[in-house]
């Protein structure tokens, strides 16, 4: 009996560990990423709907999210994991193509690949590929988010970029910005 | 015995035992011998418990989903740890030096599980984590598995039920996409294996206190969980196929196997909100016999059945079904030794099944449905004035004028002639009503 009751306390004792084990691996590898990770600026378009237990969130749809598969490389139809190489550009950063071996070098992100989103052309099939970037959503404060929408909806020609942070093909979105301001700030004015 | 009923022999006793009617040390065996139901039934503390602590973390969940862009990430990476620490010291404490407590040991369950999806909710707002209600979801599902095994807590498992559920639900192919975006990462056979945990942990806690406050609403969280499931599993199993009859006739015998599994051995008290499978079970019957009534519903039924494919996951199903009900149906006979009062819901499968074999003969179908309602309902009423219960002879009543009142809808007269009707059949309940309690009390 007392040896049940040990064991339930070892029980009791490895799920706390899990818990905040987890808890305290996403911190200190979201913050890794936010304080070494390069920085690269995308282009999206906000919406905003809400979540019941983490708030109202700006849903963000990056802007071509399609890209070449890289050269020598072909897709299969069960690939689902691909990594976008990142580069900047003058007006807003892009990717470059869509690789399915992990680049050993360079500033990646792990994507979601589509395999029934193939665009094929009769010359080059299987050329381009769609994909979705591992975040969709930019939380924000209950009265913001509203106003974040309203502002892009009205057409007033603010672009809208989301600051990432991007390290070892993981990647977290740092702000969303209008021109050098953070949309936050921008709302206030 | 209820709380009231042991208040009334308490008060009783002193003047039994003046009177020479029962000893002073059998007072004292009686009230023990009932103390321990009672003790058991006492049990508003721990709700008033649940309800607390439920309200106090569901409040810290929402105020945080504000999103307070004042606090940087480290006040609020701070605020999660400190949120699922303190949840967990509290539990830690109340198991460790109240373990006696039953409504603390219950509070602080539900308080560490919904302190685990604050801090999730929290780290997912503060680093803007992609993902889907259902990942999120799922990853609360997983980490809080245990807790309601190591307080013990039968709040936590109440939840972790209704988290159950909705991820189960996420997860069904063609029902993810209505709820949720996308798949849930758990597996269905890691869903399945979570869901046997819960019903163990139901198990024990029916076997150590059945009429608890709080394995009652236990069994109110798997009795809707394993109906939403089943409801969920048989509409994607036969919608493709549009196999009405096929559809009907599992409901039947889900139904009936939830009234009879409730009446033999999940019941949990006088009260009718105590037994929760014999309720949703009776009413799901109730509906079900009530549509195969209507004229109008055969009708519908004709057009809806003329594609009869059934597929081999509901056949597997129904054969399963029929064999458990058929059990539950032997041993209920058994148990009764007489034809049950309420025979009707026992066989409902049956006239389910009658009801299909006469569907050529539509007038033939709905006649023998309403001989078969009307048969049952009198018997019910015939038994309630045997066994004088008041309750047993309007539940009979009530359905033959609904059976009444369906064919007044069905038939095409004014909103006069159906105005009469429903008064009519009103008076002549109240009427009957109040001439059963004048017998009853002069029989009394």
Redesign the interface.
Known sequence: MKQIKYL?WG??GL??V???G???I??WS??RI?KEGDVYYFNVLPLDPY???????VTLRFENAQAPIAQGQRSTKYESLGYAILEHQEKFDTVKEITFLKPQIGSFLEVNVRDDYLITTKKNPSSMVYFS??????????D?APKAENLLRVRSGVKVKAKLRVLNGKG??EDLMVGEIPL?SYLTK | MSKENYQWLEKELPSWVKDGLVSEGSAQVLLHRYEGEKSSQRSSGIAFSLLGFALVGLGI?SI??????ELG?LER?LL??FL??GA?AF??WV?RFKPNDTSLLEGSGVLWFLM??A???I?????????T?SD?LS?WLL?SF??AW?IPSSGAAFFQIILWTFVWLGSRSDFGGTLMPTHSFLSPWMLALLALSWLGFYAVQYKKDKSANATLLLSWAIALSVLVVFVVEVVIDTHQMQNIRMTLMLFALFFTIYYLAGKLYLSQGEKSWQHPFERIGKLGVLILLLVHVSYNAEQWFFHLSLMRATSNGSSLMGFMLVLVFGALLALFIRKEKRLPSEVLFCVTPIIVWMYGVLQNEPYTAMLFTNISVILGASWMIYCGAKEIKIGLINQGMLLIALVIWIHFMDANFDLVAKGMAFIITGVLFLSLNALMRRRFKVLS
Request: glycine share 10%; proline share 1%; aromatic share 18%.
């Open positions: 339930l029980f009791f799920l706390c899990v818990q905040l987890v808890i305290g996403q911190i979201y913050e936010l979540d019941a237990f983490r708030g109202r969130y970037l591992p975040f969709d959503r930019f939380y924000m404060r209950e913001m977290v979105i936050s | 969940i945080l989903a504000y999103n307070w862009d990430h990476t999660a740890v699922l620490v967990q539990a830690f198991k685990m999806g801090s999730l909710a780290i997912g707002q503060t680093y803007h984590l992609g993902g209600m999120f990853m980490l245990g807790i190591l």
